[in-house]
């Protein structure tokens, strides 16, 4: 078990290095020749980075987390394409490759992406450490920062596309039928991916509520390594397309959006990562765990 | 720190008597200002379908600076409270001059004259720069350096062990970053209002804005909080701030209505306020470009505050 888990934390600092370097390829394609292609490969790495880091985040559950994102995000694609539900009216890809006609692999594959990175970045700022694995709390307040959680979760996806959407709108990768107020997509849009990934999160989130996980994890580079991830695509690979497609307003948007997440999460691993304490999966972990196993998982960590 | 008792304030009649029944008087001023403001800002949401309602609205940067300055006296002390809404304005009225008569680092601008007058008196300008803006920065620096310290203590109650210089430059990102999220709405409706206007013909991408404004006023903003926060370490390592009082970062895990009211502030004076005005001017995409900015650090601040409060009652039952 020990030896898999250490192959899982080499998977997921190999794929993080290589999406650095994906990313760097495509921002020095005057270098080196066939970067943009590797840069091009940039999406399928995230994926990647993001199957590796779930398994090694959440092991047995990450099945589940990846599926009901990916369901999430398929539902309202699909849903949105055919009938404009969710987004708040229709829109079309312009891409050949289609699901079903309607919408490309890779965007399904995004959303699984992007809303477990929210869902990561989340538990990297979460101020809760072992405030419920280890005492006593009411079981409402419980609820209502697992909420507050999803919450969070659903801004970090949201915020992301606010920058994502007007790019890939300029550029041609999607239609929205009847524009919209935002740099040419409709406000709504924002509300559905907010709603898209909050709902996705907080089912896996009250799931985890019910079945506590019964390990805590190390706060790590590992740990962090989403943050990056997110920094990595939605500000600097994003932020340079609006810069060369001479939209800087779009990049200052999604700066001034994003950052403060990756701000408060850096803060955050600056200040816990040395410490003995460790931070559980899910916030209400060990509600039904003895002390006697809640005092091994400890111990195991120091 | 307990909050004024009502009961207690209407019985009191002398301030000898305040003082025997332990108001607080800045904790009174501060929960007053607190409502007033509130109320105001009512007003203000109201006057755009009732009208009389402005002269009332436009008292309301007022009352927020009232609340700004108590606030800051109560938690971080008169000294340091004043020295640090004073540096705020001083470097606002550096940066806004510089810029009005220079054209350094923010782009020509100049500000037009205020078309209304509060209360019958007329707006103020220091060296071209209006009085009510530099108002603006000291309140928008003040409520971003509080709600970083909240989320700072939601991480590590144990501050005074853990704050080193070291750690400054996160903090002061942090709350450079809260207050860019201010500007990002505020000024496209200042633009709107005309309340300034780039000279030259000068069209920015942002709404009219040069992109590049934001990222100075960021480093503006960074210089300012390191500055204090470098001073208030400084005071902490001395033992010169009163563990009690003196420092919201001293605190701990006393967590208080007080430390709660700047994020509702923050949202009131920043988002609702200019999310009403920019619905006025038609501009839903700013209120989007706001919420986006804003509201996630207020939740992370609730949660921050839910755990203070929540650790304190913990450690009361576990007697730790």
């Given at each position: 078990m020990a030896k898999a888990i250490t192959a899982v934390n080499v998977l997921v600092i190999v794929t993080l290095t290589i999406l650095t370097l994906s990313e760097i390829a495509g921002i020095v394609p005057v270098y080196l020749q066939h970067q943009i292609t590797f840069a091009k490969q940039f999406g399928y790495i995230l994926v990647l980075f993001v199957v590796f880091h779930a398994l090694r985040s959440l092991k047995f559950r990450a099945p589940i987390f990846l599926g009901i994102a990916f369901a999430a995000g398929a539902l309202s694609e699909l849903l949105g394409t055919t009938y404009g539900w969710i987004y708040g009216q229709r829109y079309y890809y312009t891409a050949s490759d289609k699901v079903f006609g309607l919408v490309p692999l890779s965007v399904l594959l995004t959303w699984v992406a992007v809303i477990y990175l929210a869902y990561s970045i989340t538990n990297v700022i979460d101020p809760a450490k072992n405030l419920f694995a280890l005492k006593k709390v009411v079981h409402v307040s419980s609820f209502i920062y697992v909420l507050l959680l999803s919450t969070i979760d659903g801004f970090l996806a949201m915020n992301l596309d606010m920058i994502l959407d007007p790019v890939y709108v300029r550029s041609g990768g999607w239609v929205w039928q009847d524009g919209g107020a935002y740099f040419g997509v409709p406000i709504s849009n924002f509300i559905g991916w907010f709603f898209v990934a909050f709902a996705a999160t907080f089912i896996f989130r009250v799931y985890s509520l019910r079945k506590p996980f019964d390990t805590v994890q190390k706060i790590d580079f590992i740990f962090f390594a989403p943050v990056i991830a997110y920094a990595i695509f939605g500000i600097v690979k994003y932020g340079i397309l609006s810069y060369v497609m001479g939209h800087t307003e779009y990049a200052v948007i999604g700066i001034s959006v994003m950052f403060p997440f990756i701000a408060i999460a850096t803060l955050s691993y600056q200040l816990r990562k040395s410490t003995p304490e460790s931070t559980p999966i899910s916030r209400d972990i060990t509600k039904d765990i003895n002390l006697t196993q809640k005092q091994r998982v400890l111990d195991e960590n120091r | 720190?307990?909050?004024?008792?009502?009961?207690?304030?209407?019985?009191?009649?002398?301030?000898?008597?305040?003082?025997n029944k332990n108001i607080d008087f800045l904790t009174v001023l501060i929960t007053l200002s607190f409502i007033l403001l509130l109320l105001s800002q009512a007003a203000v949401i109201l006057s755009i379908i009732v009208p009389y309602q402005k002269e009332f609205g436009y008292l309301f940067k007022y009352l927020v600076f009232g609340f700004v300055l108590f606030h800051s006296i109560k938690t971080i002390g008169v000294k340091n409270g004043l020295f640090f809404i004073g540096l705020c304005v001083i470097a606002a009225l550096t940066g806004e001059y510089g810029a009005t008569s220079h054209g350094w680092f923010y782009g020509h601008y100049v500000f037009a004259d205020v078309p209304y007058k509060i209360l019958g008196l007329p707006s103020y300008k220091v060296l071209g720069v209006p009085l009510e803006g530099l108002f603006s920065w000291a309140i928008s620096i003040y409520l971003a350096y509080c709600i970083t310290n909240l989320i700072f203590r939601g991480y590590k109650s144990d501050v005074s062990r853990t704050l080193?210089?070291?750690l400054i430059p996160f903090l002061a990102v942090l709350d450079s970053i809260l207050?860019?999220?201010?500007?990002?709405?505020?000024?496209?409706?200042?633009?709107?209002?005309?309340?300034?206007?780039?000279?030259?013909?000068?069209?920015?991408k942002y709404f009219g804005i040069?992109?590049?404004?934001?990222?100075?006023?960021?480093?503006?903003?960074?210089?300012?909080?390191?500055?204090?926060?470098?001073?208030?370490?400084?005071?902490?390592?001395?033992?010169k701030f009163d563990s009690s009082l003196t420092s919201q970062?001293?605190?701990?895990?006393?967590?208080?209505?007080?430390?709660?009211?700047?994020?509702?502030v923050f949202l009131v004076w920043a988002l609702i306020r200019y999310g009403a005005l920019a619905l006025v001017y038609n501009h839903v995409d700013l209120i989007l470009i706001g919420t986006a900015g804003m509201v996630p650090s207020v939740i992370i601040g609730l949660l921050a505050y839910f755990v203070l409060k929540h650790e304190k009652g913990a450690d009361n039952v576990t007697g730790r």
């Open positions: - | 720190m307990r909050i004024g008792n009502i009961a207690d304030f209407k019985e009191a009649k002398t301030i000898k008597d305040l003082k080193t210089y070291g207050v860019m999220n201010v500007n990002m709405l505020t000024d496209p409706i200042a633009i709107q209002q005309r309340a300034f206007y780039y000279t030259g013909g000068v069209v920015g040069p992109a590049f404004t934001s990222i100075s006023w960021f480093l503006t903003i960074f210089l300012i909080v390191f500055i204090f926060r470098s001073y208030e370490l400084r005071g902490i390592k001395r033992r970062l001293l605190k701990g895990q006393t967590v208080s209505a007080l430390d709660i009211m700047p994020l509702f």
